[in-house]
């Protein structure tokens, strides 16, 4: 029966890796059917209702990021069920932005205007490779801005960003490196981040909760993972600074309490990965202990999704999910 049990989650991971495989060499299967104009370029980005036009009844905005798959049309449909389910889809707007690279553009035959990555940078933090240069930090900065129009929503009141697995590791880099957003404060819309099952953290010092080699892990506290060799996005913003900011942040932990294979194929196996912890569960509570222990008034919070593994849809429309996104 072990041995079984074995073989099918063993075909399972085989799986899963070919998939990635598959969608690395030929680009993703879906392209989200909208488009985002911006200086350098068009972002593709799925939407619940047409935010071009003046949306009256809006009070909250969900923007949701995608992992690695960069399957954004999947992610819009979690926000959209979620939403539903939870009685305010008529007052929420999703937007699901897709960060393309090189191979999605070529394999879809997509115009020259869309705005792409190379490979993974996105998560990063990294310029886009063209048609200018843009890091979907500031991407996210772009949709932000976009929404404290008050033209366009007179009554939005506040604005999550979430994201699961890749997509988590977006959102917690960008809660930490996030340029300030006057206009949101002016126009009293808060902002609030959710950070779901990412396989890493950015650590603001070189403590980590795994005892390591350094000298065979050189790079553990370079950016992502640290505060070494930081993205241009950041600018001039030391790490003292980028901590003073990140820990004042409404940000929300949400780890599903099956994640907890070590050997999920999704998994950051690196070594700069392995220094926070085995697998994705523990190593969300390594991080916020590392928070909590340098900053004992920390107000960020962290909230477990009972029987759920690795699985976005799961994770955000679970009633933990459900209530983080929208109980505010």
């Known amino acids: 029966m072990n041995r079984r049990f074995g073989l099918v989650l063993g ?3 085989s799986w899963s890796t070919a998939t990635w495989a598959v969608e690395k060499a030929h680009g993703v299967k879906v392209v989200s059917p909208d488009r985002f104009h911006l200086e350098a370029g068009d972002l593709s980005v799925g939407v619940s209702q047409d935010w071009r036009q003046p949306l009256p009844k809006i009070t909250r905005a969900l923007i949701i990021v995608h992992g690695r798959l960069r399957n954004a049309q999947t992610y819009l449909h979690s926000g959209e069920s979620a939403a539903a389910h939870a009685g305010v889809g008529a007052s929420t707007l999703v937007i699901a932005p897709q960060f393309l690279n090189q191979s999605d553009v070529k394999g879809n035959h997509l115009n020259n205007q869309v705005l792409r990555w190379q490979g993974n940078d996105w998560m990063a933090g990294e310029p886009s490779t063209g048609p200018g240069h843009l890091s979907a930090y500031g991407a996210l900065d ?3 801005k976009h929404l ?3 033209k366009l929503f007179p009554a939005l009141k506040e604005i999550v960003v979430a994201g699961h697995s890749g997509g988590g590791q977006v959102v917690q880099r960008f809660a930490l490196t996030g340029h300030d957003h006057p206009l949101l404060q002016t126009e009293g819309i808060s902002l609030r981040y959710v950070v779901a099952n990412p396989s890493s953290y950015a650590y603001f010092s070189p403590q980590r909760p795994v005892t390591f080699d350094v000298t065979r892990c050189p790079g553990f506290n370079d950016w992502k993972y640290g505060m070494q060799n930081l993205p241009a996005y950041v600018g001039q913003q030391g790490a003292q600074q980028l901590e003073q900011a990140y820990v004042s942040r409404d940000i929300t932990y949400l780890l599903g309490q099956q994640d907890t294979d070590p050997n999920h194929p999704a998994l950051d196996k690196g070594c700069e990965a392995e220094t926070q912890g085995a ?7 390594n991080y916020f202990d590392y928070l909590r222990q340098r900053h004992p008034q920390l107000t960020h919070k962290l909230v477990e999704v009972p029987g759920v593994g690795h699985d976005g849809d799961k994770m955000f429309t679970s009633p933990e999910g459900e209530k983080v996104l929208f109980s505010q």
């Open 11 to 13: 075909l399972l991971a």
């Open 148 to 150: 404290g129009n008050r």
């Open 279 to 285: 697998y994705r569960l523990i190593r969300g509570h």
């Open 142 to 144: 772009q949709i932000i």
